[in-house]
């Protein structure tokens, strides 16, 4: 099971950290994603961390957003920084025991998802 939270409402420009508890006593070892969707679009891919630490990001958030976990693989988190109003989006963690992926098909696992909006 999944829980994001961490949304809300910041000007551009702004910062918001957005968390996900994994629960389960194999969540530990599942690779974790971030993606992103606004109404009447696919969820996109933002970010994603392995269960070793690798990272990967999509290239609109590169050099902003920063995904990582804590030690015990538990919780993902992503801090976003110098956000802009075209990241507005409800924003969705993810997981899956394979290798990371930047397709939303490849994961198994889905929390509710939070919502971030930036205002301009």
């Known amino acids: 099971q999944l829980q994001a939270s961490g949304g809300g409402l910041v000007q551009a420009g702004g910062s918001l950290m957005l968390s996900c508890a994994a629960s389960g006593p194999a969540a530990r070892s599942y690779d974790m994603a971030w993606f992103r969707q606004t109404p009447g679009n696919e969820r996109e891919f933002v970010a994603a961390?392995?269960?070793?630490?690798?990272?990967v990001y999509a290239e609109s958030v590169k050099g902003r957003f920063t995904a990582s976990r804590d030690t015990f693989g538990n919780m993902m988190y992503l801090r976003m920084n110098s956000l802009k109003p075209e990241d507005t989006a409800r924003y969705y963690c993810a997981a899956d025991r394979d290798a990371i992926s930047r397709m939303s098909i490849d994961y198994d696992y889905w929390g509710q998802g939070t919502q971030v909006t930036v205002s301009s």
């Open positions: 961390v392995s269960w070793t630490g690798d990272t």
